[in-house]
Structures are given as structure tokens and as C-alpha cells.
């Protein structure tokens, strides 16, 4: 996909989707694939965290209602292990009141979006990545 005239192109990145939906995840896939990005996937909260703690992924973007245990417990579980503090663990819901922003700040992720996710949200974020 050819970027527009002006745009800032997005470094490749290593990115994990854990999405227990298959229709969600297969967008957000296609999406970072258009993009270039390596793409991994899990669907339940056990899997997640095995992948990403093998992968070491740039970005996590985790569905907090997840099977197994859910994504709030996920960044915990993750955080707890060492040399996880350059992993950037983005929380994807369809909620977005201050309290939920809150849970997710304490639960360790490091962004919060609101379901339905607009391409250029995330894009923005990928591209920031890793600067100050």
C-alpha cells in the first residue's frame, strides 16, 4: 500500500495481537501487514503471554476480555518477568470510561484505545515507538 504524500512512514515492527475474536484479529493482522509488520497471534490470556514472553515483540495489543484469564491480568503476568520494560502493551476494548483507563494503567499497559481502532491511532502510536 503506497503511503500518502506527506506521510511519516512507520518503522517495521514485531507486533503481537492477542484477540479472542478471529474477525477482530484478522483485521488488526491484515491491517499490520499492509503496513510491514511481523505479525504473531494468540487468542486466550495463556497464550498470549507465552508468546510474548518468547517473541519480545515491540507491541502487544491485547483485548482485555480474553479466555483463560483476562487481558488486565495478562500485562501483570508479563511485567512480573524480567526485561519487559521496552515492550510496549496496548490495551484494545469497547471500554473507555476514566475507570477502565485507570484499570489499565494499574493492570501495566502502556496505552489505552477504544474499540472501533482508526488506522491512524495506530499508526501514530507505532510510529512513536521507543522515542522520548
Known amino acids: ?32 501487514q499492509i503496513y510491514g509488520h511481523e505479525v504473531h497471534e494468540a487468542e486466550d490470556g495463556p497464550g498470549g503471554v507465552d508468546l510474548v514472553l518468547r517473541l519480545r515483540p515491540d507491541a502487544a495489543f491485547v483485548d482485555v476480555g480474553l479466555p483463560g484469564f483476562d487481558g488486565y491480568e495478562l500485562p501483570r503476568r508479563i511485567r512480573a518477568t524480567a526485561d519487559t520494560e521496552k ?8 471500554y473507555g470510561l476514566p475507570a477502565d483507563q485507570e484499570q489499565a494503567r494499574q493492570a501495566g499497559f502502556n496505552f489505552h484505545l477504544v474499540k472501533p481502532v482508526h488506522p491512524s491511532q495506530i499508526n501514530t502510536l507505532l510510529r512513536n515507538l521507543g522515542t522520548p
Open 1 to 32: 500500500m503506497a503511503a500518502s504524500p506527506g506521510a511519516v512512514p512507520v518503522p517495521t515492527r514485531r507486533i503481537v495481537i492477542i484477540e479472542d475474536n478471529a474477525d477482530s484479529r484478522e483485521t488488526l493482522r491484515v491491517l499490520f
Open 87 to 94: 515492550l510496549c502493551l496496548i490495551a484494545v476494548t469497547g
